[in-house]
């Protein structure tokens, strides 16, 4: 196992495209976190699971986004009706059940919406 | 609300030490980690530090913690050129921390000059 995985690496959507990003934790880890990122910020959380169960979500996380983890091994993260504001890298992490709980992150996905 | 801060540039010349420093703002926070971030790349994790902790050192890296200040800071011993990079400071927050989202500060950019 190599580590965190997201595909794709780049996205460039038109506004009001839907875009649906993957990401693949680290097989032994339970726990996976959604941040995103924009220029000169640090990532902010989006959303987490433990195995199936979506266990919370961030008042960032508009009724446009939704993310799911079926089989509790990977997850996706749709946008709907993509805005130009959405523009900025999602990045994934997965960790084992804490404390303390380091989480791995992948390598992002970098959405332009154009 | 949490708050971690950065100070956001620090220049340094190869062979000194760095000392990236970050506060945080909740006091129930226990675990605490560094990142580093390449450009284009995702957050790979340096370390963490346990609030019962003071220091904690690891190869050419120390990290400090004073708990009654909530400052934490990180040193990098014999800086070289490939440790420039953004280095973010996160807390894991909340009583259950080390098991909930990472909130992270806005990064230190840290150039070395040869």
């Known amino acids: 196992d190599t580590g965190v995985s997201q595909n794709p690496r780049h996205k460039i959507t038109k506004r009001g495209q839907n875009v649906t990003f993957r990401c693949d934790p680290i097989s032994e880890h339970n726990r996976l976190y959604w941040y995103r990122q924009t220029l000169g910020q640090g990532p902010e959380f989006l959303t987490y699971?433990?195995?199936?169960?979506?266990?919370?979500k961030s008042r960032l996380l508009s009724d446009r986004f939704s993310a799911e983890r079926p089989k509790g091994s990977f997850s996706t993260l749709e946008i709907q009706r993509t805005e130009q504001g959405d523009s900025a890298m999602y990045l994934c992490?997965?960790?084992?059940?804490?404390?303390?709980?380091?989480?791995?992150f992948g390598p992002g996905t970098r959405l332009t919406v154009t | 609300g949490e708050d971690v801060e950065q100070s956001l540039f620090l220049s340094v010349r190869e062979g000194d030490s760095s000392v990236i420093n970050c506060t945080y703002t909740d006091s129930s926070s226990t675990y605490l980690y560094w990142y580093k971030q390449e450009p284009g790349a995702g957050l790979q994790l340096l370390t963490y530090i346990f609030s019962n902790m003071d220091m904690k050192q690891d190869q050419r890296l120390t990290v400090l913690l004073n708990k009654k200040d909530k400052h934490l800071s990180l040193r990098i011993a014999d800086t070289q050129t490939g440790d420039s990079a953004i280095y973010f400071c996160?807390?894991?927050?909340?009583?259950?921390?080390?098991?909930?989202?990472?909130?992270f500060g806005k990064g230190t950019r840290l150039s070395v000059i040869a």
């Open positions: 992490a997965s960790s084992e059940p804490g404390p303390p709980g380091e989480q791995y």
């Open positions: 699971f433990q195995n199936e169960a979506q266990l919370e």
């Open positions: 996160a807390e894991s927050d909340g009583p259950d921390s080390g098991n909930t989202p990472l909130v």
